[in-house]
């Protein structure tokens, strides 16, 4: 069965600071992957989408970056972390119906 | 572009009674994919069911149902015989059917409470 992860769980980073999101799934070949946002209180905002190595889709402008070096690994970055960017970030695959499955999310807080 | 609607911000039901959230979403395409997730405290998102728009029959897993209205754009999910564990934010989500759409949209969510 397919798993994904997420890491780090939980990220305290001052105003900034780099910072880099992992996230990797496991049991499928060439899913589509996705990074999510969840400020408090509200639903979930796509960040960026992408449907083969190398390939990113961004669909906010913002500070923040991804990349996808291996087949099943997701990553977000920024190089100068702000307040706003302070949030829940979840990480999801598509399988091949349609159907999106999250991982267990990063709590970000920026001070 | 598509919206997504929660008009309940906030639910509560008796253990084992029932109870139905409510969806609607704004859309010119015909084909389409409705999902509703679970969001507990440990803030994972679990799918909880879906529907491909072109099925006239309603999704069903276990204890959840749908009620999906195409021509009034409404897709409620009701909960038989809820449990306390049912106790979790609630978002109803589309996802368009055109090759290349990738973004869900999301709903502002509804929580729901269970009381024992």
């Excluded at chain 1, 906010?60 to 990553?75: E, M």
């Excluded at chain 2, 639910?11 to 997730?37: N, R």
Aim: net charge positive.
């Amino acid at each position: 069965s397919q798993t994904i992860h997420q890491w780090p769980a939980t990220l305290v980073q001052p105003v900034g600071s780099p910072l880099s999101l992992e996230c990797t799934v496991e049991g499928t070949s060439n899913p589509n992957l996705y990074w999510y946002r969840q400020a408090a209180g509200r639903g979930l905002q796509l960040l960026f989408y992408s449907v083969g190595i190398g390939q990113i889709s961004s669909e906010v402008p913002q500070n923040l970056s991804a990349s996808r070096p291996q087949d099943r690994q997701f990553i977000l970055s920024s190089k100068k972390l702000l307040l706003s960017d302070s949030g829940f970030y979840l990480c999801a695959w598509r399988s091949g119906i349609g159907t999106q499955y999250f991982g267990p999310g990063t709590r970000l807080l920026v001070l | 572009a598509q919206t997504v609607t929660q008009s309940q911000p906030e639910m509560s039901v008796q253990e084992a009674e029932t109870v139905t959230l409510s969806c609607t979403y704004d859309t010119s395409e015909s084909d389409y994919y409705l999902f509703w997730y679970k969001q507990p405290p440990s803030r994972q998102m679990i799918l909880v069911i879906r529907q491909e728009a072109y099925k006239q029959q309603n999704a069903t897993e276990n204890r959840f149902s749908v009620n999906f209205q195409k021509a009034a754009k409404s897709f409620s999910l009701k909960i038989s015989d809820s449990q306390l564990g049912d106790a979790a934010m609630y978002f109803c989500a589309y996802r368009s059917a055109l090759a290349g759409s990738e973004k869900l949209v999301f709903g502002k969510g509804t929580k729901l409470t269970v009381n024992p």
